[in-house]
């Protein structure tokens, strides 16, 4: 069954630091593009950072310089690392291959405290 499930989140004062992780179950994981999302209350969904299979990453400008992607393609998982976390950052959190095609899970939320 193709599944994707994230977990990690939280509540975390201003200036803190959370590891999200995305488990994907399913043969898609190893050659897709991985991307992390959010959706913050009221506003559309964002993509926030990706990365290849190969392990090229990229990132919102909003987040370059405090969030780092990463995957182990062994485990079938992709993680983001967040650190000097913002108010603004407050959203529930998702991944999903770069052409949007799983289901998506149920993400996790993070909420920043300032």
């Known amino acids: 069954q193709v599944q994707l499930v994230e977990s990690g989140g939280g509540l975390v004062q201003s200036g803190g630091s959370l590891r999200l992780s995305c488990a994907a179950s399913?043969?898609?994981?190893?050659?897709?593009?991985m991307g992390w999302y959010r959706q913050a209350p009221g506003k559309q969904r964002e993509l926030v950072a990706w990365?290849?299979?190969?392990?090229?990453?990229s990132y919102a400008d909003s987040v370059k310089g405090r969030f780092t992607i990463s995957r182990d393609n062994g485990k079938n998982t992709v993680y983001l690392q967040m650190i000097s976390l913002k108010s603004e950052d407050t959203a529930v959190y998702y991944c999903n291959t770069r052409q949007l095609n799983i289901n998506w899970g149920q993400g996790t939320q993070v909420t920043v405290s300032s």
């Open positions: 399913g043969s898609f994981f190893r050659i897709s593009p």
């Open positions: 990365i290849t299979p190969g392990g090229t990453t």
